[in-house]
């Protein structure tokens, strides 16, 4: 997971297991970046959400995960 740092030092994300499938917090000095996982079949669906002090919160992003196929792939490591 991308802890979102690039002008801080890495945060450490603290998370919970949910009902719907399990949270990620990250916690910088001015806005925390809330992580949630939800299964829905196959699929997860993923969202950001930004909380600055003094504003109201807002989407940061939003993406579905689905499992896909590695046969014929290489890795270079």
């Known amino acids: 997971m991308d802890t979102f740092g690039g002008l801080y030092e890495p945060s450490l994300g603290l998370g919970a297991v949910t009902s719907e499938g399990f949270a990620l917090d990250y916690r910088f000095p001015d806005t925390i970046y809330h992580n949630r996982f939800e299964q829905a079949g196959k699929r997860w669906r ?3 959400v930004e909380q600055s002090a ?3 919160d807002k989407p940061f992003a939003e993406y579905t995960l689905r499992p896909a196929s590695c046969h014929g792939m290489t890795f270079g490591f």
Do not use: C, K, V
């Open 46 to 48: 993923w969202t950001i």
């Open 54 to 56: 003094g504003q109201p």
